[in-house]
Nanobody, 126 residues
Framework: QVQLIESGGGLVQAGGSLRLSCAASGHTVSTYPWAWFRQAPGNEREFVAAINWSRGGTTYADSVKGRFTISRDTAKNTMALQMNSLKPEDTAIYYC???????????????????WGQGTQVTVSS
């Protein structure tokens, strides 16, 4: 089984930056997408960004395009989300995920992902 652990969340003022990290352990799943999702109170879990582990190709939600950057370190089995120009509406619990069902459910669907981290809180004050 794969275990994922997020870190780097915190409280920042609007316009500030945070860098989230996700570390993986256990069985390797390098052939499947890695992704970041977020969920705010009262909302559905929302797709943020995804990356192809082997080639590094990326996909972003329109709401974060140009502000967030997803990346990975293949040697360390870690993934990062650099978040710049943060807005209050970015406030949520952020989760990293690895999936093998993207072809069935779509890259942006939580149902496509088998492994999830525990989440890290990001709060952006106005």
């Amino acid at each position: 089984q794969v275990q994922l652990i997020e870190s780097g969340g915190g409280l920042v003022q609007a316009g500030g930056s945070l860098r989230l990290s996700c570390a993986a352990s256990g069985h390797t799943v390098s052939t499947y997408p890695w992704a970041w999702f977020r969920q705010a109170p009262g909302n559905e879990r929302e797709f943020v960004a995804a990356i192809n582990w082997s080639r590094g190709g990326t996909t972003y939600a329109d709401s974060v395009k140009g502000r967030f950057t997803i990346s990975r370190d293949t040697a360390k089995n870690t993934m990062a989300l650099q978040m710049n120009s943060l807005k209050p509406e970015d406030t949520a619990i952020y989760y990293c995920a690895v999936g093998m069902l993207a072809s069935r459910y779509g890259l942006g669907s939580p149902a496509a992902y088998d492994y999830w981290g525990q989440g890290t809180q990001v709060t952006v004050s106005s």
